[in-house]
């Protein structure tokens, strides 16, 4: 983000739930994920940015997952996820 201003979809999508994850409530991992792609991303205050965040973080466009806990019904991502979706390193080492 900091350094190109750009982040694929998928990648937002798991970063924004690694901020909920790691954060005290939905409220304020919202509102940090805003602000951050606000910040640095190119598409910052582009209706693309705010659904990507609302739907990693809030469930919009989204149906209902079984219930876990700190995502309730919200898709639950991982990093296995990533690994198998795309190469993790090469896209850390392309972006960073």
């Known amino acids: 983000m900091k350094f190109k201003g750009k982040m694929h979809g998928y990648m937002r999508m798991y970063w924004a739930k690694k901020i909920l994850e790691w954060g005290p ?8 994920a ?10 910052g205050r582009d209706a693309n940015g705010y659904t990507g965040i ?8 989204d149906r209902a997952w079984f219930e876990r806990s700190i995502y309730g019904k919200i898709r639950y991502m991982n990093y296995n996820g990533c690994r198998s979706k795309f190469e993790v390193k090469k896209y850390i080492d392309q972006n960073i």
């Open 25 to 32: 409530n939905p409220e304020l991992a919202l509102q940090t």
């Open 34 to 43: 805003i602000y951050l792609n606000d910040k640095y991303e190119l598409d």
């Open 54 to 61: 609302a739907g990693s973080i809030g469930g919009v466009h």
